[in-house]
């Protein structure tokens, strides 16, 4: 399974490629929205999942979102953030199933089961 | 008024000066025409040729005497025009001739100038004729070796003498040369018409008069100047009056005083019409005082008064006083209220600087959570990896995440840290030296991770020269929170976003530039962008006191704060803040 990982901070994603390799998962990981959507651009069908924090540096991770969703409409989302209230908003985003919230600080096995529950 | 006086005075006696040497001529004049006349009479009963044939005539009573005597006397007329009749009076008052035959017979034995007439020459027996013209009668003796013979009487016209007293020169026009006698009767008379009564000749003075006139003054053979005597009319004149011991005649020269002061009248005219002028001025300036300054007083008053009651809590007591007085007390208690309203004002500044602070604080929190769940999330994930390398026993691993796990509470206890300090009430610090660049420093640890996230590149030109300064550094951290803060805003939408802040040194003050490359500000609103509550954000992100709060706290600080913005090429905020004078020292 192909995953994308996008956050500003390159420590966490060192250690989210890490633990997520120790499962068997192929980890690409982007720090601004702009790289990461050239990633998806590549192949459209690579990736199974992208994860992403909700706060980039250039796009935020909904402006990826919309942009990813005008050539794949199916690739689940899960969107990291540290602020409950934009919940609701994520998850209005998209159909269930295709889009996921994980509330900021949550541990490496929460996103592991995430990925589990919502990858295809 | 005092150069009034004294020269009334000087003009009075140079006036009496003048109508006494009038009066002088004038009574010479008269002395001299009265004594021709009698010459005239004597010249005539003096004739021998006369007085012969009148002696011859009491002899002999023949016709051819009166007949010698009448042509003698026609002659004598003839050659004296105004002598009009010539007549000779016999011893028993009879007229025995006379060169007019009416007057041949007549019975003058109880007159004066027949009485008077046999022993002396004298020419004052004045009387109107018919036409009331004023005539006298000349009489004198006839005498032949001592033998009295009779009376020769002349009837005469006095125009020499009447226009003599009419010869006004040097008398102006109110001014008249007055003769005067006391009559038979003991009656004081007129002699000759007057200029303001022609028919007045051998008139009686008017007993009104009589008093003051100069006229008894000079009967009283007194010869003297005065300057506040009453003619005949009551008019004020001023007087020189003379005696003639020969005639036994009173004269009076005399100009009315209203013509002698015309022309002092005229200055004192002048006077009483510039003091009119100068009360009129004065009359006029009180009023233009009471229109244009007692009444914007009294209504500066009142509007004292009335922003007192609005707007101080004051209440004003009403005193009746003067409107400067009471100026004065309104301003007083206006004064009063405004130093109160002025405290009260400083108070809810201090107050709204904190809660613009805490509003901020509120604006900030979602970055705020963020740059908190970052350390959070690292330390979680760490924990995570630590236990799966424990479980792995590889020590070195699990010692490294620990490590990273103490370095992620370092940073979110730093952010929590200045989150206090910025919280706290800034007015209750005091003021100490700092570093300009440190500011700026401390104003970016909530702000640099934003910046960053926005894609906003920062750019940092501090001077590397600059010495401490003495403020509040809390205070100046807010307001650099809040331009950079604003310029974060003001780049949302643009293409470039690029936040450059500078420090510098400029003379003796330290400046601040947070520069944004934003759409910049439309001057309409570069004016109002220090009003409190204006804002250009939407509503419920900007409280608008924002920049109003610098303001204030860039004034507490004798500093400044300043904008220059072109639309469409972005914004510079400047601070310039006084560097404390003894650190330059």
Same mark, same amino acid.
């Given at each position: ?9 390159? *420590? ?13 998962? *192929? ?43 005008? *050539? ?18 994520? *998850? ?29 | 008024? +005092? ?17 006494? $040497? ?10 001299? +025409? ?11 009963? $003096? ?37 009009? =009749? ?10 025995? &001739? ?85 009559? =038979? ?25 009589? &008093? ?6 000079? @009967?009283?053979?007194? /010869? ?20 003639? #011991? ?27 019409? @510039?003091?009119?002028?100068?009360? &009129? ?114 020590? #070195? ?45 401390? $104003?970016?640890?909530? @702000? ?10 920062? /750019? ?18 807010? &307001? @650099? ?7 974060? #805003? ?96």
């Amino acid at each position: 399974m192909n995953v994308l990982v996008i956050d500003d901070e390159a *420590q966490i994603l060192e250690m989210i490629a890490y633990f997520l390799g120790t499962k068997e998962l *192929q980890v690409k990981t982007a720090r601004t929205g702009e790289a990461a959507f050239s990633l998806f651009d590549k192949d459209p069908d690579f990736f199974q999942v992208i994860v992403t924090d909700v706060r980039l540096p250039d796009i935020d991770g909904i402006a990826l979102y919309k942009r990813i969703r005008k *050539q794949n409409v199916t690739l689940p989302f899960i969107f990291m953030s540290g602020h409950l209230d934009q919940e609701e908003a994520i *998850q209005a985003l998209g159909k269930a199933g295709s889009v996921a919230f994980l509330l900021k600080p949550f541990s490496l096995n929460a996103l592991y089961v995430t990925i589990q529950k919502y990858a295809k | 008024m +005092i150069s009034y006086v004294s020269f009334k005075s000087s003009l009075t006696s140079e006036i009496l000066q003048h109508l006494d $040497s009038v009066a002088s001529i004038q009574k010479s004049r008269i002395e001299a +025409i009265i004594e021709q006349n009698l010459e005239r009479l004597l010249l005539i009963s $003096s004739r021998t040729q006369l007085r012969i044939t009148l002696n011859r005539f009491h002899h002999e009573a023949d016709q051819d005497a009166l007949q010698k005597m009448t042509i003698i006397l026609r002659d004598a007329q003839k050659s004296i025009p105004s002598f009009e =009749e010539i007549s000779i009076i016999d011893p028993k008052g009879i007229v025995l &001739v006379s060169t007019d035959e009416g007057f041949i017979g007549k019975n003058f034995v109880s007159r004066s100038f027949f009485i008077k007439g046999q022993i002396e020459n004298k020419a004052d027996y004045f009387f109107l004729d018919d036409e009331k013209n004023l005539k006298t009668y000349f009489s004198g003796p006839l005498q032949l070796n001592g033998v009295f013979l009779g009376v020769l009487l002349v009837s005469s016209n006095v125009d020499n003498l009447i226009s003599a007293i009419q010869d006004y020169s040097g008398l102006g026009k109110t001014g008249e040369t007055v003769l005067g006698k006391v009559d =038979e009767a003991g009656e004081v008379i007129f002699l000759a018409p007057l200029r303001f009564n022609p028919g007045a000749a051998l008139q009686k003075l008017p007993l009104t008069a009589a &008093v003051f006139t100069p006229m008894l003054q000079a @009967l009283n053979r007194k /010869e003297r100047l005065i300057d506040d005597a009453i003619d005949y009319r009551g008019a004020p004149v001023l007087a020189a009056i003379k005696y003639s #011991d020969s005639l036994k005649w009173g004269l009076v020269v005399k100009l009315d005083q209203s013509e002698a002061y015309a022309p002092i009248d005229t200055l004192r005219n002048e006077l009483f019409g @510039l003091m009119f002028i100068f009360l &009129v001025a004065v009359i006029f300036i009180a009023s233009y005082f009471a229109k244009h300054i007692v009444s914007p007083i009294s209504k500066i008053t009142d509007r004292a008064r009335a922003i007192t009651d609005q707007f101080l809590s004051e209440k004003t007591i009403d005193i009746e006083q003067n409107e400067v007085k009471s100026l004065e007390h309104s301003f007083e208690q206006m004064t009063q209220g405004l130093l109160k309203a002025n405290q009260k004002l400083k108070d809810t500044q201090a107050q709204l600087i904190q809660s613009e602070k805490l509003a901020s604080l509120g604006e900030l929190s979602t970055g705020v959570a963020h740059e908190l769940n970052q350390p959070l999330q690292i330390i979680k994930m760490c924990v995570d990896l630590g236990q799966i390398h424990l479980e792995r026993e590889d020590l #070195d691993k699990a010692g490294s995440h620990l490590q990273q796990i103490n370095t992620q509470v370092d940073r979110a206890a730093e952010i929590i840290q200045h989150l206090k300090i910025f919280g706290r009430d800034a007015s209750l610090q005091k003021r100490e030296k700092v570093s300009p660049n440190q500011i700026v420093h401390s $104003s970016l640890i909530m @702000l640099r991770g934003q910046l960053e996230h926005q894609g906003i590149l920062l /750019e940092l030109a501090l001077s590397g020269d600059l010495p401490l300064f003495e403020v509040n550094p809390l205070e100046i951290e807010q &307001v @650099l929170v809040n331009l950079i803060t604003n310029a974060r #805003d003001a780049l949302e939408s643009s293409q470039e976003k690029k936040i450059i802040i500078r420090t510098a040194r400029k003379y003796q003050y330290i400046i601040f530039e947070v520069e944004d490359s934003g759409s910049g500000i439309l001057t309409a609103v570069r004016e109002k962008v220090f009003d409190p509550f204006f804002t250009t954000k939407p509503v419920g992100k900007g409280t608008g006191l924002g920049l109003s709060i610098c303001y204030g706290i860039l004034k507490d600080h004798q500093g400044t704060i300043s904008v220059r913005s072109e639309y469409g090429k972005g914004a510079v905020f400047t601070l310039s803040l006084p560097i404390d004078s003894e650190e330059e020292a």
